[in-house]
T-cell receptor, first 113, second 112 residues
Framework: DAKTTQPTSMDCAEGRAANLPCNHS???????VYWYRQIHSQGPQYIIH???NNETNEMASLIITEDRKSSTLILPHATLRDTAVYYC??????????????FGQGTTLQVKP | ETGVTQSPTHLIKTRGQQVTLRCSSQ?????VSWYQQALGQGPQFIFQ???????GRGNFPPRFSGLQFPNYSSELNVNALELDDSALYLC???????????FGPGTRLTVL
């Protein structure tokens, strides 16, 4: 599984968009980009995943560059409850793959009033 | 809420004891993965069960073992507990192996 690089921490003003970057320059053609977040002492929460097209759901948008070497998670209107550690993970997909998640240190996002 | 439940929420054991943690997967999910999260670290993959068979294992010693039942719920057993086993133990279920994983709230284990 490819490794990812994320900034250690970021701040965002409440109500503004939070843009969290992730580098995954060694990603393979069949590997997906997953984003999870973890609020203190809770289980990680699935946010979104994608292969090469941009994806959007009720929580966030995922923008993947054309060469797939980096991506950005966008929380369009951050609230205080979005304060968490955000993990970008690259992994294989499908039933022939265990799909184990390899968590790095993630980005600690602090949303400020 | 993911529909994944874990029990107990917290427990305290002493060194050398054995512990069993339980996980109920989300309805329709046949795969359960277990992770260990030490304080200040990201979760580390222990192993995965797919349709009652172990389907991959991380870098954990044999005293960490598991089981998956026909209803796809799962147990994590740890023998000969060590102080370093103190951690948050997370289980995650998925529709199938390799699909998106959804986590439970975790079990906080303290070994004294």
């Amino acid at each position: 599984d490819a490794k990812t690089t994320q900034p250690t921490s970021m701040d965002c003003a409440e109500g503004r968009a939070a843009n969290l970057p992730c580098n995954h320059s060694t990603i393979s053609g069949n590997e997906y980009v997953y984003w999870y977040r973890q609020i203190h002492s809770q289980g990680p929460q699935y946010i979104i995943h994608g292969l090469k097209n941009n994806e959007t759901n009720e929580m966030a948008s995922l923008i993947i560059t054309e060469d797939r070497k980096s991506s950005t998670l966008i929380l369009p209107h951050a609230t205080l409850r979005d304060t968490a550690v955000y993990y970008c993970i690259v992994r294989g997909h499908g039933s022939s793959n265990t799909g184990k998640l390899i968590f790095g240190q993630g980005t600690t996002l602090q949303v400020k009033p | 809420e993911t529909g994944v439940t874990q029990s107990p929420t917290h427990l305290i054991k002493t060194r050398g004891q054995q512990v069993t943690l339980r996980c109920s997967s989300q309805s329709g999910h046949n795969t359960v993965s277990w992770y260990q999260q030490a304080l200040g670290q990201g979760p580390q993959f222990i192993f995965q069960y797919y349709r009652e068979e172990e389907n991959g294992r991380g870098n954990f010693p044999p005293r960490f073992s598991g089981l998956q039942f026909p209803n796809y719920s799962s147990e994590l057993n740890v023998n000969a507990l060590e102080l370093d086993d103190s951690a948050l133990y997370l289980c995650a279920s998925s529709l199938s192996s390799g699909m998106a994983q959804f986590f439970g709230p975790g079990t906080r284990l303290t070994v004294l």
